[in-house]
């Protein structure tokens, strides 16, 4: 089967069985696991599909990927864009993380980190940084999202806004092409929005693939924020609004 082929093929099963699998479209199409891999990293650059661990999904733009399946996707491309970020972070700071797996790659890369004040609304960046004996840990409260770690609602909202953080380091679940910053649980872009007002800097951690999809919450705008740091250059008019509005575009590799 030729590739012009296989894409809608690909494509209908996609839409009929909601995920499809690497070695379940190799036997099906009868081509190479390899071949497969390919065409769903170009169905997935084309924004058609959204890689997951094994295969891929249709893309959604009122729900979010389950937790395991983001952990897993692109993966590399997080690990990369964190050590950038962390690169940056000074040590003697206080610094806000919040919830998602790129912030959660970022806690990871500041384990060698000294006289840090982080204070974070996911538990896994909590437990992730407990590991390094020089971070002081604070925990907002909140009510707990199970499938996440993530921590959210009034209780949240209000420990953040006791505190002035030298720098936030922030993701996100879509950034559209005009520069607004996106996410799909309200209460959660309520958290985000308080983060914001109450960071002196603010860092944006967001692969390439957040530019593919869409959310129906919006956080804000990319001029709100200082530095963004990502995996591939940004769409020629959205990199132009960021040079207008002074944010750093920062191309880990």
């Not at 538990?123 to 604070?138: E, F, S, Y």
Request: glycine share 8%.
């Amino acid at each position: 089967m030729s590739q012009a082929d296989r894409y809608p093929e690909i494509l209908n099963i996609a839409r009929r069985e909601g995920k499809v699998t690497v070695e379940g479209l190799a036997k099906r199409l009868g081509v190479t696991v390899q071949t497969i891999r390919r065409d769903l990293a170009d169905l997935a650059d084309a924004g058609r599909l959204e890689r997951v661990h094994g295969g891929a999904i249709l893309p959604s733009g009122t729900s979010n990927l389950a937790y395991e399946q983001r952990r897993n996707l692109h993966r590399e491309a997080k690990e990369i864009i964190a050590r950038a970020c962390a690169a940056a972070i000074p040590g003697d700071c206080s610094l806000f993380l919040n919830i998602g797996t790129s912030t959660e790659a970022v806690a990871t890369e500041l384990l060698t980190h000294r006289n840090l004040l982080v204070v974070t609304n996911n538990m896994n960046v909590a437990n992730i940084l407990t590991a390094n004996p020089d971070c002081q840990i604070v925990v907002t409260g909140g009510q707990l999202r199970r499938s996440d770690g993530g921590l959210v609602g009034k209780i949240t909202g209000e420990a953040i806004a006791q505190f002035k953080f030298d720098l936030a380091v922030i993701g996100c679940s879509a950034l559209d092409k005009d520069g607004d910053i996106l996410d799909f649980d309200i209460q959660e872009v309520a958290a985000s929005q308080t983060i914001l007002a109450q960071a002196r800097r603010v860092f944006l951690v967001a692969d390439h693939s957040k530019l593919k999809r869409t959310a129906p919450a919006r956080i804000g705008s990319l001029q709100s924020v200082d530095t963004i740091y990502t995996d591939q250059p940004l769409p020629g008019a959205l990199a132009s609004r960021c040079r207008d509005w002074g944010v750093r575009v920062v191309v880990a590799m």
